[in-house]
């Protein structure tokens, strides 16, 4: 698998989700992917992740 240039040595993270719905007896399957229609970038080991997502100020923003 060819993976973003730069991506340290030691990065882990998850590849695959299998979700289960007990009640309608569906499984789904998701995969973590490096780009997506629309534009979307995967991102690694960026700070500005914290700061966007992860502060207390962002959570509030984010949960409105």
């Known amino acids: 698998m060819k993976w973003i240039?730069?991506?340290?040595n030691t990065f882990v993270s998850w590849s695959y989700v299998h979700a289960h719905d007990l009640q309608s007896?569906?499984?789904s399957r998701f995969y973590y992917a490096q780009t997506v229609p629309g534009?979307?970038?995967a991102i690694i080991d960026d700070p500005?992740?914290?700061?966007?997502?992860?502060?207390?100020?962002?959570?509030e923003r984010l949960g409105r």
Not at 48 to 59: G, K, N, P, V, W
């Open 39 to 41: 534009g979307y970038h």
């Open 5 to 8: 240039e730069g991506t340290p």
């Open 25 to 27: 007896n569906r499984m």
């Open 48 to 59: 500005r992740l914290f700061d966007d997502f992860c502060t207390i100020e962002a959570l």
